[in-house]
């Protein structure tokens, strides 16, 4: 089973007037061999690690993050294809 983690960032993008916009953020931990508790695992998540992890500390503020779950995720995001934040930041 994939284990992801789920984000939605206040302002990374710009909507079709150029107005901050929220996106998301999926981060894919590889596979798990057990069922995992969403809820339990991201207690404990840092979101300035987090930040870093994917180059975004420096140019996102933690406040701005908010931890979301899969369904919200596919609902707000699931369908866009983005690049991916690897090939541009690191």
Request: aromatic share 8%.
């Amino acid at each position: 089973m994939k284990l992801m983690l789920f984000f939605e960032v206040d302002g990374l993008t710009e909507d079709e007037y150029g107005e901050p916009a929220p996106a998301g953020l999926a981060i894919n931990l590889g596979e798990a061999e057990k069922q995992v508790d969403y809820q339990k695992l991201v207690r404990n998540i840092s979101i300035d690690g987090v930040l870093k992890l994917v180059c975004l500390d420096g140019i996102v503020r933690p406040e701005d993050v908010r931890i979301i779950t899969s369904e919200e995720y596919d609902e707000k995001y699931g369908d866009e294809k983005v690049p991916s934040l690897w090939a541009a930041c690191c």
